[in-house]
């Protein structure tokens, strides 16, 4: 799903939010969210997971193609982790696809 197609997602759940408000509003939550994670807080959306930031220490790589170490400065990445809700749903579903590679409901 890209952000346009949850701008559309939105606006057809909400018939009376205009096409532009929604792109705001999902614009804003994402700023908001991502604002948040510049700044070191950890994010979570009870059933459907936690956002936060990880620390990769620094390290000794390798260029693959002359062999040479390099050196990998630390980074900051972000982290995501699906809540129960969300990892059960998901379980769920794909039972359900396993059991039924068709796609037809029996």
């Given at each position: 799903m890209t952000r346009s197609d949850l701008v559309e997602e939105l606006a057809?759940?909400?018939?009376?939010?205009?096409?532009?408000d929604a792109?705001?509003?999902v614009?804003?939550?994402l700023d908001a969210m991502s604002e948040a994670l510049v700044k070191?807080?950890?994010i979570e959306l009870r059933g459907f997971g936690s956002f936060s930031v990880n620390r990769r220490p620094p390290r000794m790589g390798r260029n693959p193609r002359s062999g040479e170490s390099?050196?990998?400065?630390?980074?900051?990445?972000?982290h995501?982790?699906?809540g129960k809700a969300l990892r059960e749903a998901i379980e769920v579903r794909t039972q359900e696809m396993l059991a039924n590679p068709s796609g037809s409901k029996s």
């Open positions: 057809a759940r909400f018939p009376q939010l205009a096409h532009k792109e705001f509003a614009k804003a939550l070191g807080h950890r390099v050196a990998i400065p630390e980074k900051r990445v972000p995501f982790k699906q």
